[in-house]
């Protein structure tokens, strides 16, 4: 039976020759994760569940990103709850204020999941590593427990969605507009349950950040996982980044499909999803007079350093319309130390921009950020559901760094190019 | 497993970030929790239910966010049942996993109005709406997941050797 890439994946850590969609199956992870907000819950579960320790330390991940540096005494408690059990289990990695980054960003920077792994986290983002090409996916807390104390989690056999990518991006066109045009196109369910298999000459000639963006959003289409062919730039990254041996897995030529569709990057236009969900999606062309008080870039599917890049481009020498607030979050300290070095700190102050250390923060109305009634803002985040970044009566944009960036400066929804023009 | 209650009914994408908003997320309190479930979509959801009550979704319910803290809002609200036209992965699991009970039933969630009387019986796969008399018939889940539900969550499959 020919298989895609995921079920190749999941057939090797389930010890099959293989499977097919909607068989249920038992796999050995390679890492299992959560953050501040889910893992207290799987810690809990771990307990009830009756284990002492976790299967293999050196595949548990918790790091603190969502509410940290600790926004109130309840985010505190729940920080205190991960760094103890932490120290007790002996977690080498374990990522606290002055070492973490935001969960997605960070645990491919640091080789924690590699190109061929299968890998949970307790956060659904966790879709992002499908860029490396290892099958990755979000789960919830109990799983997450689950997943420490045997080292296994089950799924069900996903089916898959098939996107051949051709030509290149235009210029101040990037991964996240792809991703959203793909959203507007299948819908927020378009993909459930599903794999997103990216291929083609189009899907090679994106960058790692790109694609890391493209897989960090299958979710919001609703897929289980979202994955990109290995190719030259992905075993370029892992030279630079996977500190253990991976492996390559390539799907069947006559793998089956539920659909396949072709898309030329070259066609793309800047992409915004309109309130309250990110299917609602136009070209920043369509767009029309959106005035907006609020400008968020960074987050786990845009504060990469080439993210921070793109707004810098836009941003340098210029300054942020009047009434607009800037908050400008690297996902990572490597990041932050990079944008440092590059003088895009400095760059993004003179702008008007605040920056802050890395933290999820406003991107699901957290902290750093909360919009009061009525008020508009165009986000480099993933959602942008009711209430999502503050008063149920606040509004949320999605678009690339770029756009964001141009829109901070002319102060309503606007491309790059009129910026840059 | 049998659960009889009236129903409350919502629309299509009801995503985790309505069921239980981000803020309150720093805290994992099951009461605390439930409180504030549905609030940002609809602030007389606790007015409107009683234990046992069964809530009513349309498509993609539970999209969003992996955060547990989602279906265990629900439950500890008094939820029995969620009925809907289709879930959210993760929220589809995380509900086996906690022993929320959920059925994927399009056309229960559509005929079926708010305020309407309900019963399910969950090992025949019945549903019956029983203040207009009409009936309908779901797929049973796979024996795997029947048996993490049968146990009452994943902790307690696990407890009992079921799996891994």
Partial sequence: ?421 | MKCTGKTVKYGDNVDTDVIIPARYLNTSDPRELAAHCMEDIDKSFHDKIKPGDILVGGENFGCGSSREHAPIAIKESGISLVIAKSFARIFYRNAINIGLAIVECPQAAEAIREGDAVEADLDAGLITDVTTGQSFQTEPFPAFIQNIISAGGLVNAAKAGIIG
Wanted: charge should be negative.
């Fill in chain 1, 1 to 421: 039976m020919p298989m895609t890439m995921s079920q190749k994946i999941l057939a090797a850590h389930a010890g099959l020759d293989s499977v097919e969609a909607g068989q249920l199956i038992l796999c050995k992870l390679d890492r299992i994760h959560g953050n501040d907000i889910t893992s207290p819950v799987a810690i809990r579960e771990f307990k009830k569940m009756g284990f002492e320790k976790v299967a293999d330390p050196d595949t548990v991940t918790l790091i603190m990103d969502h509410f940290v540096p600790n926004k109130d005494i309840k985010a505190a408690q729940q920080c205190k709850c991960c760094r103890d059990f932490a120290a007790q289990q002996e977690l080498e990695s374990f990522y606290d204020v002055g070492r973490m980054g935001i969960e997605h960003a960070l645990i491919p920077e640091e080789g924690l999941v590699v190109t061929g792994d299968v890998a949970i986290g307790a956060d659904s983002h966790t879709c992002t590593y499908g860029a490396l090409g290892a099958f990755s996916t979000g789960v919830g807390s109990t799983d997450m427990a689950f997943g420490m104390a045997t080292g296994k989690a089950w799924f069900k056999v996903p089916s898959a969605i098939k996107f051949v990518l051709t030509g290149a991006l235009p210029k101040y066109v990037s991964g996240k507009d792809l991703i959203l045009h793909i959203i507007g196109m299948i819908g927020v369910d378009g993909a459930r349950y599903k794999s997103m298999e990216f291929t083609g000459p189009g899907a090679h000639s994106l960058s790692m950040p790109d694609r890391l963006t493209v897989c960090n959003m299958a979710i919001e289409a609703g897929a289980k996982n979202g994955i990109f062919e290995v190719d030259d730039v992905t075993l370029a990254y892992e030279k630079e980044h996977a500190k253990r041996e991976f492996r390559v897995f390539k799907a069947d030529e006559d793998a089956a499909y539920d659909a396949v569709y072709e898309i030329n990057l070259s066609e793309l236009r800047p992409t915004v999803a309109f309130p309250h969900l990110p299917e609602n999606t136009k070209t920043v062309d369509e767009a029309g007079e959106v005035k907006i008080d609020q400008v968020v870039i960074g987050s786990c599917t845009n504060g990469l350093f080439k993210d921070m890049q793109e707004a810098d481009q836009i941003l340098k020498g210029r300054k942020v319309a009047k009434n607009v607030r800037v908050i400008i979050i690297p996902a990572t300290q490597d990041i932050y130390l990079k944008c440092l070095e590059a003088g895009f700190i400095r760059d993004f102050i003179e702008a008007g921009c605040v920056v802050s250390t890395p933290t999820c923060g406003p991107c699901l109305g957290g902290y750093m950020g909360i919009l009061a009634e009525g008020e508009r803002c165009v986000s480099t985040t993933n959602r942008n559901f009711v209430g999502r970044m503050g008063h149920v009566d606040s509004e949320v944009y999605l678009a690339s760094p770029a756009t964001a960036a141009a829109s901070a400066v002319l102060g309503r929804i606007a491309s790059a190019e009129e910026v840059m023009k």
